[in-house]
């Protein structure tokens, strides 16, 4: 079982704004990173540290946190930001890696 | 522009091992911090473990300790990963990921992915 939390599937209407949400203690002491993965593709990072985008990402991509729980923002969802949505960050004991369980995002 | 490229695909039999290489261009090699990350079909992502190359000692997730092991070659800038013990839940796509630094979780540059099927 993960130690990062997510929910199993999320939906947003063309143009509106989704959040995705990543819970886990070690978030009390570590960011979140977020990657979008779609069908036969590698992830792409999308988010890192507090609030940083790679090259290339759209503004519309943020993140944010609060107490344990880590999200991910997008602001206008595109029909092309339809994927699978993954956070990591540090585990509890800072050491190692964790991933949460994914979140695939409908665009409807 | 960071490149990684994998080995292609493998085909093994229970209880067999397999290496895969991940060769790294475009930046740096032994400074930053090399996870490999496997997805399993139809699941999520899964951190196995990681090395910075200019140190040399690999960090394994619990589930992989004792059957992983993390390598690199700085001389071809090359890191690997070999799994032992294979048995069919081994069956996945395996991504090499460099950081973009040494954070262990800011995985900016992926590997095209190598299909590791286990089967008799």
């Known amino acids: 079982s993960s130690e990062l939390t997510q929910d199993p599937a999320v939906s947003v209407a063309l143009g509106q704004t989704v959040r995705i949400t990543c819970q886990g203690d070690?978030?009390?002491?570590?960011?979140a990173s977020w990657y979008q993965q779609k069908p036969g593709q590698a992830p792409v990072l999308v988010i890192y540290?507090?609030?940083n985008r790679p090259s290339g990402i759209p503004d519309r991509f943020s993140g944010s946190s609060s107490g344990n729980t880590a999200s991910l923002t997008i602001t206008g969802a595109q029909a092309e930001d339809e994927a699978d949505y993954y956070c990591n960050s540090r585990d509890s004991s800072g050491n190692l890696v964790v991933f949460g369980g994914g979140t695939k995002l409908t665009v409807l | 522009q960071v490149q990684l490229v994998q080995s292609g695909a493998e085909v093994k039999k229970p209880g067999s091992s397999v290496k895969v290489s991940c060769k790294a261009s475009g930046g740096t090699f032994s400074s930053y911090a090399i996870s490999w990350v496997r997805q399993a079909p139809g699941q999520g992502l899964e951190w196995m473990g990681g090395?910075?190359?200019?140190?040399?000692?690999?960090n394994y997730a619990q589930k992989f300790q004792g059957r992983v092991t993390i390598t690199t070659d700085e001389s071809t800038s090359t890191a690997y990963m070999e799994l032992s013990s294979l048995r069919s839940e081994d069956t996945a796509v395996y991504y090499c990921a460099r950081d973009l630094g040494s954070s262990w979780v800011f995985l900016g540059y992926w590997g095209q992915g190598t299909l590791v099927t286990v089967s008799s």
């Open positions: 090395i910075i190359p200019i140190f040399g000692t690999a």
């Open positions: 070690s978030l009390r002491s570590y960011y």
């Open positions: 540290g507090k609030n």
